[in-house]
């Protein structure tokens, strides 16, 4: 594997080579804590999709007809390959996107899990034989769907991808993928660790490049058999309509604005709790808690320790152990996040913590921005609805469980939320009543291979994790036998009653 330098070049990865583009350009991926360039990569387009998807069609009868258990057991080497190879794999996403070595480090130690857990669903899953009546046998067969378009983001590049990869290679699917442009590095990487392991050319192919060339023509590509994109609710709007018109099945993870729900009988956590649900990744994650729920009760004191600890977050160098909150991913991303702010404080919410850059030569270059806080924040504000991807919550309180729960459920979204109480019942009332994919209890961003993944409303569509996302990657076939020996004939008129259905 190549060393991370300035001088790195990656090509794209098309049945099993590396290639450079069809048109020859490339493009630069930049470290967001300097703002230098740390790697160049080849841009690919519509053509270059089109050969990928041509090498996915060609790797895809072997690939589908092969085994299950076979399957598994690349997918088993992959997790052991992956795992000798993490330390090269923690230096690129730390440079690429500026998330501290503490954070990626404890993030990608745990990819492994998803290639052997999706081995072993692979290997254990079963078919189902249904009620059709004593004279047929139906049973129920599940097959890959074909080539699949992968879309993803740059906030967690090989996180978000493993959690496609590793169930659609198990299902039997080959792949394109269509990495984020402003992290594209590791998702190539990863075609070496899977091809050590023993996949065959073709089954897994990436295409680098922007999202209105390259994304579009994957995602519209007529020959696709299904898409599963992570990234922001607009562009989840624009790739559902391309798969509408190809009638293809399409799963996505969009956009988040979380709801942390914090009980009076929670106050000695509700500080670390909420600092861990809003500024790891410097917000930048779906499932960040940027709607921090206080009961009143405790707010003033919660609020005050919670400025406290985030103003002495450590900003920093990404790769020193120590640095607790690396810079936005893009001047773009870190421009928004300042927009946010101006349009917070205009709206008349009060800035308690951060709100601006930090001050400082090692911040030069690179698009830091202070751990923010906003109280005084009126739900209906724009602050408190719109997702803003960076370090900014918005803090407020609540007098009943009902008041609660109707915030939590006030937004367009409902990826994630989080209920923090020492009352059992309490704790799963409330649960049950917030319209969020996944709710945690006394926990935030917690995540399993096993355990289902996806939000409700805006937030998107289908599940990541778990065997429901392994059968998403299937389709199902029904199979009817007739056991009789009867012999049958509609239209003899022999005066014997006939069976219609
Ligand atoms: O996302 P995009 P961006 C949210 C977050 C962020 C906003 C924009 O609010 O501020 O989205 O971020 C590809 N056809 N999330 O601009 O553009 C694109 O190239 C096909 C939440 O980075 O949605 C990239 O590979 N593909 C999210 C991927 O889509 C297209 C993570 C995501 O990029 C395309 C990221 C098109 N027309 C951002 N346009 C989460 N759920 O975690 C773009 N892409």
């Not at 078919?127 to 049973?139: A, C, I, Q």
């Not at 594209?184 to 192919?205: C, D, F, R, S, W």
């Not at 870190?334 to 205009?346: C, F, H, N, P, S």
């Amino acid at each position: 594997m190549k060393a991370m330098t300035e001088n790195m070049h990656l090509d794209l990865f098309i049945g099993g080579k590396s290639v450079p583009a069809v048109s020859g350009k490339i493009f630069e991926v930049e470290d967001p804590a300097t703002g230098k360039r740390i790697a160049t990569v080849a841009e690919g387009d519509a053509a270059d999709i089109e050969k990928a998807v041509e090498a996915a069609e060609a790797a895809f009868p072997s690939w589908g007809g092969m085994e299950a258990e076979a399957r598994a057991r690349i997918l088993n080497r992959a997790a052991e390959i992956l795992t000798r190879r993490l330390p090269d794999f923690i230096d690129v996403e730390v440079s690429q996107t500026g998330r501290p070595v503490r954070e990626m480090k404890a993030q990608l130690q745990r990819l492994p899990e998803w290639y052997s857990y999706f081995a072993a669903v692979a290997r254990t899953h079963e078919g189902s034989v249904h009620p059709f009546g004593r004279n047929h046998l139906n049973y129920t067969v599940r097959k890959p769907l074909g080539v699949v378009g992968l879309v993803t983001p740059w906030n967690h590049p090989l996180l978000i991808l493993t959690k496609k990869v590793a169930p659609a290679l198990a299902a039997g699917n080959t792949l394109v993928v269509k990495p984020s442009e402003l992290a594209p590095l590791t998702p190539i990487m990863l075609a070496e660790v899977l091809e050590e392991a023993g996949l065959p050319a073709g089954v897994y192919n990436v295409v680098p490049g922007f999202g209105a060339t390259a994304g579009a023509a994957l995602t519209s590509h007529p020959r696709i058999a299904k898409i599963d994109l992570t990234g922001g609710t607009e562009t989840g709007r624009v790739v559902a309509a391309a798969a509408g018109k190809n009638l293809i099945p399409f799963a996505a993870e969009l956009g988040g604005k979380a709801s942390v729900v914090i009980f009076e009988d929670m106050a000695d956590q509700a500080v670390p709790a909420a600092l861990f649900a809003s500024f790891i990744a410097a917000g930048q994650t779906c499932v960040q808690g940027a709607r921090l729920l206080v009961e009143r009760s405790i707010y003033d004191d919660v609020l005050k320790a919670l400025v406290e600890r985030a103003n002495a977050i450590k900003i920093g160098t990404p790769s020193d152990p120590k640095t607790q909150m690396g810079p936005m991913i893009s001047a773009k991303q870190r421009d928004l996040v300042e927009k946010y702010v101006e349009i917070g404080k205009a709206e008349g919410a009060t800035l308690a913590a951060g709100g601006r850059r930090p001050e400082g030569e090692e911040y030069a270059g690179g698009y830091f921005y202070t751990p923010t806080i906003f109280c005084d924040v009126k739900d209906d504000m724009r602050v408190a609805q719109e997702e803003i991807f960076g370090p900014v919550v918005c803090v407020l309180p609540f007098e009943t469980e009902t008041e609660a729960i109707t915030l939590a459920n006030s937004t367009q979204f409902g990826l994630a939320a989080s209920v923090w109480t020492r009352n059992g019942a309490r704790g799963h009332r409330v649960a049950g009543k917030i319209e969020a994919g996944i709710v945690w209890i006394n926990d935030h961003h917690r995540v399993d291979p096993a355990s289902p993944w996806g939000g409700f409303k805006d937030s998107g569509l289908g599940k990541e994790n778990g065997i429901v996302c392994y059968e998403s990657y299937t389709k199902v076939q029904s199979v009817v036998a007739n056991l009789s020996e009867d012999s049958f004939d509609w239209f003899d008129d022999d005066g014997r009653e006939k069976r219609y259905s």
